[in-house]
C-alpha cells in the first residue's frame, strides 16, 4: 500500500492533454489529490479546450495563460509564473508529460524548488539535436527525480546516461487512451471506411523553411488518393507567410481533429503521412500503416514490419503510402492500455 498523495500535472500542449486524460482518472480513482496546471502554450479550441471535454479531463486548477513566442520566451514566461504556484502547493510530485517547452520549465521550476519531479515518457530520443523537443527531452531527463519510461528501449536509453536507477518501464500510457477511444468509436459506428489517407505537418523542421514546405505539400498534393490534411495552426501561419497554397489536387485541408474524430478516421483510412510522434504510434496501434516525413523517429518499435517507414526525402511517395498492410501480428511494445495504473503505483511507491 503506499501514501495518499498530492500530485500536481504541468501540461500545455495537445499531446500532453491526452496523456493526462488516463493518469488524472487513475491519480482520482486511487483517491489521491491531483492539480492541474496549464501553462497556456496551447490555447486555440482546437488544440485544447476540445481534449478536455472530450476526454473527460478535469478544468485545470491554474491556468498560466502564456501563448506563443519563441522557445526562451516561451519557456522562461512559463518559468516565471511556475515558481509561485508550485510554492503555493508543494505537491509530494511534479509530474511533467512528453518533450514540449511546458514540459521542460516544469522540470526546471520544480526541482530548483526542491520538489520532487517524475518525467512521463521518460527516455526517448531522436538523437537529432537540432530538434527543440530532444534538447527538452534529454534535459527534463537530466533534471527528473523518477524516469517513467514508455518501453524498454527508452529504458536503455537512459541506462546509457547513467539515469537506471531513476528509471521505471511503466509502458505508455497514450496507449491506454487510444484503445479506450478506438472500442468507443467503433461502437458507436463512427468509422467510415475509405481510399483516404490522413495527413499531419507541424515539426519546425518541415514547416519553416520555405522550400521544404512547399515540396511536401507539392508531393501531398500530386498522390494518387485523396489526403486529408489535419492543419495544425502552425502549418497554417507558415503556409500563409510563404504563399503556399493548401487545397489543391489530392490535398483537402481541414482544423486540426478532436482525438475520438482522428482516431475514427485513421481507423477509416488506408494509411498516414505524418511528422508527428503520436500519430505514427497510434498508426500502429489501430493496424494502419505510416510514413513519416522524418530523418529518424523516437518511436523506432513502429517500424518493425514497415508499419511505419521513413521518407525525409519523399522520394517513391506515392508507393510508400499505399504500401500493402503488413499481414505478421503485431509486437505490443507499448503495453497493454493499463500503464497509467503503474504510474500511479509507481507514484505512491517511489522513495
Ligand atoms: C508543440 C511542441 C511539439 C508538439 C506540438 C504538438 C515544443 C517545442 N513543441 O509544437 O513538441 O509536437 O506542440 O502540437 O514545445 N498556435 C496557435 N494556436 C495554438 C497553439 C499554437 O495558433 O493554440 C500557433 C502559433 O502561431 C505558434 C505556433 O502555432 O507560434 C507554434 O506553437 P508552439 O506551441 O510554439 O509549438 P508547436 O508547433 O505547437
Given at each position: 500500500m503506499?501514501?495518499?498523495l498530492?500530485?500536481?500535472?504541468?501540461?500545455?500542449?495537445?499531446?500532453?492533454?491526452?496523456?493526462?486524460?488516463?493518469?488524472a482518472?487513475?491519480?482520482?480513482e486511487?483517491?489521491?489529490?491531483h492539480?492541474?496546471?496549464?501553462?497556456g502554450?496551447?490555447?486555440?479550441?482546437?488544440?485544447?479546450?476540445?481534449?478536455?471535454?472530450?476526454?473527460?479531463?478535469?478544468?485545470?486548477?491554474i491556468?498560466?495563460?502564456?501563448g506563443?513566442?519563441?522557445?526562451?520566451?516561451?519557456?522562461?514566461a512559463?518559468?516565471a509564473?511556475?515558481d509561485?504556484?508550485?510554492?503555493?502547493?508543494?505537491?509530494?510530485?511534479?509530474?511533467?508529460?512528453?518533450?514540449?517547452?511546458?514540459?521542460?520549465?516544469?522540470?526546471?521550476?520544480?526541482?530548483?524548488?526542491?520538489?520532487?519531479?517524475?518525467?512521463?515518457?521518460?527516455?526517448l530520443?531522436?538523437?537529432n539535436?537540432?530538434?527543440?523537443?530532444?534538447?527538452?527531452?534529454?534535459?527534463?531527463?537530466?533534471?527528473?527525480?523518477l524516469l517513467?519510461?514508455?518501453?524498454?528501449?527508452?529504458?536503455?536509453?537512459?541506462?546509457?546516461?547513467?539515469?537506471?536507477?531513476?528509471?521505471?518501464?511503466?509502458?505508455?500510457?497514450?496507449?491506454?487512451?487510444?484503445?479506450?477511444?478506438?472500442?468507443?468509436?467503433?461502437?458507436?459506428?463512427?468509422?467510415?471506411?475509405?481510399?483516404?489517407?490522413?495527413?499531419?505537418?507541424?515539426?519546425a523542421e518541415?514547416?519553416?523553411?520555405?522550400?521544404?514546405?512547399?515540396?511536401i505539400?507539392l508531393?501531398?498534393?500530386e498522390?494518387p488518393?485523396?489526403v486529408?490534411?489535419?492543419?495544425h495552426?502552425?502549418?497554417?501561419?507558415r503556409?500563409?507567410?510563404?504563399?503556399?497554397?493548401?487545397?489543391?489536387g489530392?490535398?483537402?485541408?481541414?482544423?486540426?481533429m478532436?482525438?475520438?474524430?482522428?482516431?475514427?478516421?485513421?481507423l477509416?483510412s488506408r494509411?498516414?503521412?505524418?511528422?508527428?510522434?503520436?500519430?505514427?504510434?497510434?498508426a500502429?496501434?489501430?493496424?494502419?500503416?505510416c510514413?513519416?516525413?522524418?530523418?529518424?523517429?523516437?518511436?523506432?518499435?513502429?517500424?518493425?514490419d514497415?508499419?511505419?517507414?521513413?521518407?525525409?526525402?519523399?522520394?517513391?511517395?506515392a508507393?510508400?503510402?499505399?504500401?500493402?498492410?503488413?499481414t505478421?501480428?503485431?509486437?505490443?511494445p507499448?503495453g497493454?492500455?493499463?500503464?497509467?495504473?503503474?504510474?500511479?503505483?509507481?507514484?505512491?511507491?517511489?522513495?
Amino acid at each position: 500500500m503506499g501514501a495518499h498523495l498530492k500530485v500536481l500535472s504541468i501540461v500545455g500542449a495537445r499531446p500532453q492533454f491526452v496523456k493526462l486524460a488516463p493518469v488524472a482518472k487513475g491519480l482520482t480513482e486511487a483517491g489521491h489529490e491531483h492539480i492541474i496546471v496549464h501553462t497556456g502554450q496551447h490555447y486555440d479550441e482546437r488544440m485544447s479546450g476540445i481534449f478536455f471535454a472530450d476526454l473527460s479531463i478535469p478544468a485545470p486548477d491554474i491556468h498560466l495563460g502564456v501563448g506563443s513566442g519563441t522557445h526562451g520566451v516561451q519557456t522562461g514566461a512559463m518559468l516565471a509564473s511556475l515558481d509561485a504556484v508550485l510554492d503555493e502547493h508543494r505537491p509530494d510530485w511534479v509530474l511533467v508529460y512528453g518533450d514540449t517547452n511546458s514540459t521542460l520549465a516544469g522540470a526546471v521550476s520544480a526541482v530548483k524548488l526542491h520538489l520532487r519531479v517524475a518525467h512521463l515518457e521518460a527516455g526517448l530520443r531522436s538523437f537529432n539535436r537540432a530538434m527543440p523537443e530532444e534538447i527538452n527531452r534529454i534535459l527534463t531527463d537530466h533534471a527528473a527525480d523518477l524516469l517513467l519510461a514508455p518501453t524498454q528501449v527508452a529504458l536503455g536509453h537512459l541506462t546509457r546516461e547513467g539515469l537506471a536507477d531513476r528509471a521505471v518501464v511503466v509502458g505508455d500510457v497514450m496507449t491506454d487512451v487510444c484503445y479506450v477511444v478506438r472500442d468507443a468509436v467503433v461502437a458507436a459506428g463512427q468509422v467510415n471506411p475509405g481510399e483516404f489517407l490522413v495527413a499531419t505537418i507541424h515539426r519546425a523542421e518541415n514547416t519553416d523553411d520555405p522550400a521544404r514546405l512547399a515540396s511536401i505539400i507539392l508531393a501531398l498534393q500530386e498522390l494518387p488518393l485523396p489526403v486529408r490534411l489535419l492543419a495544425h495552426p502552425r502549418l497554417i501561419a507558415r503556409c500563409h507567410e510563404f504563399g503556399v497554397e493548401l487545397d489543391r489536387g489530392s490535398l483537402q485541408s481541414s482544423e486540426p481533429m478532436a482525438y475520438p474524430e482522428i482516431v475514427a478516421a485513421v481507423l477509416g483510412s488506408r494509411g498516414v503521412v505524418t511528422d508527428s510522434g503520436g500519430l505514427q504510434k497510434e498508426a500502429f496501434l489501430l493496424g494502419r500503416t505510416c510514413t513519416t516525413l522524418r530523418r529518424e523517429t523516437e518511436w523506432v518499435e513502429t517500424l518493425a514490419d514497415d508499419w511505419n517507414v521513413l521518407n525525409a526525402d519523399l522520394i517513391n511517395l506515392a508507393e510508400s503510402v499505399t504500401r500493402s498492410t503488413p499481414t505478421e501480428p503485431r509486437a505490443t511494445p507499448y503495453g497493454d492500455g493499463h500503464a497509467a495504473d503503474l504510474v500511479v503505483k509507481t507514484l505512491s511507491e517511489w522513495h
